[in-house]
């Protein structure tokens, strides 16, 4: 469905965040007249200020499901669950679902698309494949999840997009971009997915809809399972015969490429996502050693194993985009040797944490801070395993970021490390994971240094 093919519809955009007030501002510059009408989940909710005329609104469960009743599409939003009764129900009445990346990706293409997905690693490898490119002279937008909408991109000023995707957002995808990446798989969002076997498979539809697919050989057999893989080439990432990594040095198979100078990239997790960067670079006819080159002075991204700085002797670090306990145990392994303080929990969607407590009180980290409402879940697990005889950290409980900063610098010595992981998302406390790590810089006495703008390569 084309963006064109509206004008003569009842159109529906459900949300009023980042992505909703870019498909208004999509439509409106199609459709200037065009009358629309704005679901938001807020009960409360107000029509923003400067959002225009000749739209309506349904604030609310009860104002959305009549609302729903008397039109023909509705452009989703990310957040909105595919598997929530009032989309399945609009469905049935024959009612057409679609998203701001399917209107943008219905319209004619003139550049390279390369999609990027995965449970973990999917912004720092889109960042990173945009960092290489652009490197090697190419013209790269970097879009999607990572924070700038897709239709702000401007094709005129760029050959390559690199566009990375949540699982909301591949979920429903109907496009086809040239190159499709998947870096990770666990389960993860269950709220939105329900199951893990949907979250797998709605990840893997965009993999489907990839001309050339790059996949981490962990994934293959998932992939394999539940991919439509009619027509597209794939190549593995991570596997022995392919690009992968031993130790800091990367191999093409059994030849070497070269080796990783940046200490950033050389953690363990990140030299896949090299890898997965490297993949790309090749489906591009790009040379490998020329790619790793390019990728020398990459920066770690905000909030992503961010270092803001020593106080007191103690390393801050800022970890607040991790919401797995697969991205937490990547932290703490990046500081292994170290006096560990790390930070967890916040919205509790059910995952299991059973795996990662029981490495923590068992010596991953000196002391185990828990917050929110998943985190009242870990400290009472990590309680039942210290009762166990297998304590070695100090298990915390705290109200605030604030006090878990507090409890966290108390818990170690100069030359440690607080370590804000959390395992989990930020609903509810905070709007996003970029204002709970601002709150963690904060109260660690660094404020704006770390916020967004200090990096290390360390």
């Not at 009842?10 to 200037?32: D, F, N, Q, S, T």
């Not at 009032?86 to 701001?100: D, F, H």
């Not at 970029?434 to 390569?457: K, L, T």
């Amino acid at each position: 469905m084309r963006a064109a093919e509206l004008a003569s519809r009842r159109v529906a955009v459900w949300g009023l965040g980042r992505e909703g007030r870019a498909a208004i501002g999509m439509l409106r510059k199609e459709h200037p007249s065009l009358p629309l009408l704005v679901l938001d989940d807020a009960a409360g909710g107000r029509p923003p200020e400067g959002a225009g005329s000749n739209i309506d609104y349904a604030f609310g469960a009860d104002a959305i499901a009549r609302a729903i009743e008397n039109i023909d599409v509705i452009v989703k939003s990310p957040g909105v669950s595919l598997y929530r009764r009032e989309i399945r129900s609009a469905r049935e009445k024959g009612i057409k679902v679609t998203s701001l990346l399917n209107l943008w990706f219905a319209e004619p293409i003139t550049i390279t698309t390369i999609c990027v997905t995965g449970t973990k690693g999917k912004s720092t490898t889109a960042s990173l494949v945009a960092h290489i490119l652009q490197n090697l002279g190419r013209r790269v937008a970097l879009v999607g999840n990572i924070g700038i909408p897709i239709t702000e991109l401007d094709c005129a000023a760029a050959d390559i997009a690199v566009i990375e995707v949540s699982s909301y957002q591949a979920a429903d995808f109907r496009g086809t971009c040239d190159v499709a990446v998947l870096t990770s798989l666990y389960p993860e969002h269950l709220d939105w997915h329900l199951t893990v076997e949907n979250y797998f498979r709605d990840k893997i539809n965009l993999v489907s809809r990839g001309k050339y697919r790059i996949i981490s050989a962990e994934t293959a057999h998932t992939v394999e399972r539940l991919a439509d893989n009619t027509g597209a080439c794939q190549y593995r990432f991570n596997d022995d015969s392919r690009i992968h990594a031993r130790g800091t040095r990367i191999f093409d198979g059994p030849n070497l490429i070269g080796e990783v100078r940046n200490a950033y990239l050389a953690r363990s997790h990140n030299l896949s996502n090299l890898c997965a960067g490297l993949g790309v670079a090749r489906s591009l006819g790009i040379d490998a050693e020329a790619a790793l080159g390019a990728a020398e002075g990459f920066r770690g991204l905000p909030h992503r194993q961010q270092e803001l700085g020593v106080v007191d002797g103690v390393l801050f670090v800022d970890d607040s985009i991790s919401t797995i306990p697969e991205s937490t145990a990547a932290a703490l392994a990046a500081y292994a040797g170290r006096d560990i303080a790390v930070i967890v929990g916040g919205y509790d969607r059910g995952i299991e944490y059973r795996e990662l407590v029981e490495a923590t009180v068992g010596g991953a980290a000196r002391a185990l801070i828990c917050l929110g409402q998943s985190g009242r879940r870990i400290y009472c697990l990590a309680r039942e395993i210290a009762a166990r005889g297998q304590r070695i950290c100090a298990i915390r409980q705290a109200n605030s970021m604030k006090e878990a900063v507090l409890l966290a610098r108390r818990a170690i010595p100069p030359g440690g490390v607080v370590l804000l992981s959390p395992a989990a998302p930020s609903y509810g406390d905070y709007r996003d994971y970029i204002e709970r790590g601002r709150d963690f810089a904060a109260h660690a006495g660094i404020g704006a240094f770390g916020c967004d703008v200090s990096h290390s390569d360390r």
